[in-house]
């Protein structure tokens, strides 16, 4: 399996864009491998991750490894402060 990081390369909301550098930052920091799975190139890869998110409504950025779905930037910023990162991306 293997970890992907669904967000937007197009977006107009500036925290959507910070919460997706957090996560991307501190991914690079940790030398953990990801996918980034750009969801503004088509609506198959946001399908996608609301699909696995199990939410019609939720907004990149969003991280699953394989088809198990591991949570928004709120429950990343938790694993990390609680310091559960690998637990949380099932690793």
Not at 2 to 8: E, I, K, N, P
Not at 20 to 31: C, P
């Amino acid at each position: 399996m293997s970890l992907q990081v669904f967000y937007a390369s197009v977006s107009g909301n500036v925290m959507v864009k910070k919460n997706q550098e957090r996560i991307f930052s501190v991914l690079d920091s940790k030398s953990i491998e990801y996918e980034k799975v750009d969801i503004t190139q088509g609506s198959d890869a946001k399908d996608l991750m609301r699909k696995k998110a199990g939410d019609p409504t939720a907004l990149a950025p969003q991280i699953c490894n394989g088809d198990n779905y591991c949570g928004d930037i709120d429950a990343f910023e938790n694993a990390i402060e609680n310091e559960q990162l690998e637990e949380f991306l099932k690793l």
